[in-house]
């Protein structure tokens, strides 16, 4: 019986150390593939999700165009100096964005950082390639604005 017992230990001992080696190349192979998407991403990424901070140093260069994509009743409580007013939900946005300058850098906002990225995938559709969603949107500006 003491035999027995041994056997099954050494079988189930085995069996972890084979679980825990195969979780480690699974957790290798898995992070390689993510380092390899991430460079990718970097490379062609259209949109590039920022901080309040990032945001404001973005807003020091040039060619660049803060836009704010919430609805009128919202931004009449307050924007960011200097922004367009396009509201995203607006059922003419399509054709306002198509007017913009495509060369020049658009920092994208709404209030909470949603509908920016919507607002940031369509103008990607209509040719943009240079866009910064600021993340937490205007809520997460006036935070760190006090």
């Not at 404001?56 to 200097?82: C, F, H, S, W, Y």
């Not at 995938?121 to 866009?131: A, P």
């Amino acid at each position: 019986l003491l035999h027995y017992f041994n056997k099954i230990f050494k079988m189930k001992k085995l069996s972890l150390l084979l679980a825990v080696v195969l979780m480690q190349f699974s957790n290798c192979s898995s992070s390689a593939q993510n380092e390899k998407n991430t460079s990718s991403n970097e490379i062609n990424q259209v949109r590039i999700d920022v901080d309040v901070s990032e945001f404001k140093n973005k807003m020091k260069e040039k060619d660049i165009v803060i836009l704010d994509v919430r609805t009128p009743a919202e931004t009449v409580q307050g924007k960011i100096k200097g922004t367009i007013e396009i509201d995203v939900r607006s059922s003419d946005f399509q054709e306002k964005i198509k007017k913009l300058d495509k060369d020049k850098t658009y920092l994208v906002y709404c209030r909470s950082g949603k509908r920016s990225v919507k607002a940031c995938n369509m103008l990607e559709k209509e040719g943009f390639k240079k866009m910064y969603n600021l993340l937490g949107g205007f809520n997460a500006w006036k935070i760190n604005s006090q």
